[in-house]
C-alpha cells in the first residue's frame, strides 16, 4: 500500500525551533516573553551547532556574468564595426558598473 505522507525528517531541536518561532509572530516585540524566546531560540541553534554559510554563490556568479556579458558584448560590437558601420549608441547597450 502507498504512503501518503511524508515522513518528517527533522530532528527534535529543529522541531522545537520551528514552534519557538512560530510562538513569536503573536508576541509584542518589547516584551520579556519575546526576548526569552529569542535567548531559547539561539541556545538552539548552538546545540544544533549550525553555522552560517560563509558565501552566497550567488553573490560571487552574479558580477562575474555581468562581467563576462559585458566582455562579450563588447567583442560582439567591436567584430561588427569592423565589418560594418555602427551607430555610436551600440556601446550604450553595456551594463555600467554602479558604485
Known sequence: ??????????????KELDDLVL???GMDIGSGDYQRQLVLI???????????????????????????????LAVLVLKHEELNIIATKAFGFIVRGRV
Open 1 to 14: 500500500m502507498l504512503k501518503l505522507t511524508k515522513k518528517d525528517k527533522r530532528t527534535e531541536i529543529e
Open 23 to 25: 510562538g513569536l509572530r
Open 42 to 72: 539561539e541556545r538552539l541553534h548552538k546545540l544544533k551547532g549550525e553555522k552560517p554559510p560563509k558565501w552566497d554563490w550567488h553573490s560571487l556568479i552574479q558580477p562575474a556574468m555581468v562581467i563576462g556579458g559585458n566582455f562579450a
